[in-house]
C-alpha cells in the first residue's frame, strides 16, 4: 500500500498570508495527487486533481505542485473561509489513501 | 443539480449488520466509477471500498475486506454498501463519492454522509 504523510499537522496563519502544506508518497505515484478541503461539519470538497490542475469553481488562490513522491498545495492569500482541515490523496492504486489532514488555524 | 444523497446510519451492536445506501441524481450515474469513504468524527479520512461504473469490479481497504460489499444498481441511481460483523472501530461518517470525472479518478462529487454507531 502507497501511505501519504503530510506535513504540517496544523498551521497557524493571518488572512492574506501565503501558507504551504506539503505531502510525501511512500512511492512514485506520478501526478495522481488530489487535494480536497474539508470545513468542520461538512464533506470534503476537491480542491485540486492530476497534482497541478484546479477543480471547476475553486479560487485561483490555490495551487498545486509536484510529482513522483513529493507534493504542495499552495494558498496565496488566505480569506477567512480557507482556515479548514485539508487532505491530500493518492489514487495511483488501491487503497486509496488519505494524508492524515493539516488543520489551518486562524493566528 | 448533481447531488449524492446517503441513507441508513444508525446504532447498530457489535457482530451486527446494516446496508448504507446512496442515491444519485443530476448525472449520468452509470458512466461514472463511486466509492465510499469514511471518517471517524475528529479524525481523518478512510477509503473505504470503491466499484467501477459497470459494477464488474469492486475494491476494498484492508480494514472492511471480507466484511463489507459494495453494489449499485445503475437503474435506480443508487449505491449499496453493505456492512457485515460490525466492529466498534467501524463507527464513523460514511460519504459516498464520485470519481472517474478526470483521468485521476479524483473524488468530485461527495455526499454529506451519513453516521454508523457500532456500540452495545
Known amino acids: 500500500d502507497i501511505q501519504m504523510t503530510q506535513s504540517p499537522s496544523s498551521l497557524s496563519a493571518s488572512a492574506g498570508d501565503r501558507v504551504t502544506i506539503s505531502c510525501r508518497a511512500s512511492?512514485?505515484?506520478?501526478?495522481?495527487l488530489n487535494w480536497y478541503q474539508q470545513v468542520p461539519g461538512k464533506a470534503p470538497q476537491l480542491l485540486i486533481y492530476?497534482?497541478?490542475s484546479l477543480h471547476r469553481g475553486v479560487p485561483s488562490r490555490f495551487s498545486g505542485s509536484g510529482s513522483g513522491t513529493d507534493f504542495t498545495l499552495t494558498i496565496s492569500g488566505l480569506q477567512p473561509e480557507d482556515f479548514a482541515t485539508y487532505y491530500c490523496?493518492?489514487?495511483?492504486?488501491?487503497?486509496?489513501?488519505f494524508g492524515q489532514g493539516t488543520k489551518l488555524e486562524i493566528k | 443539480e448533481v447531488q449524492l444523497v446517503e441513507s441508513g446510519g444508525t446504532v447498530v451492536r457489535p457482530g451486527g449488520s446494516l446496508r448504507l445506501s446512496c442515491e444519485a441524481s443530476?448525472?449520468?450515474?452509470?458512466?461514472?466509477?463511486m466509492n465510499w469513504v469514511r471518517q471517524v468524527p475528529g479524525k481523518g479520512l478512510e477509503w473505504v471500498a470503491g466499484i467501477t461504473w459497470t459494477g464488474d469490479n469492486s475494491d476494498y481497504a484492508d480494514s472492511v475486506k471480507g466484511r463489507f460489499t459494495v453494489s449499485r444498481d445503475n437503474l435506480k441511481n443508487s449505491l449499496f454498501l453493505q456492512l457485515n460483523n460490525l466492529r466498534g472501530e467501524d463507527t464513523a461518517v460514511y460519504y459516498c463519492?464520485?470519481?472517474?470525472?478526470?483521468?485521476?479518478?479524483?473524488?468530485?462529487?461527495w455526499g454529506r454522509g451519513t453516521m454508523v454507531t457500532v456500540s452495545s
Open positions: 492530476g497534482a497541478s
Open positions: 463519492a464520485r470519481s472517474g470525472t478526470y483521468y485521476v479518478d479524483a473524488f468530485d462529487v
Open positions: 490523496q493518492q489514487t495511483y492504486s488501491t487503497p486509496y489513501n
Open positions: 512511492q512514485s505515484i506520478s501526478t495522481y
Open positions: 443530476g448525472f449520468a450515474f452509470d458512466e461514472y466509477s
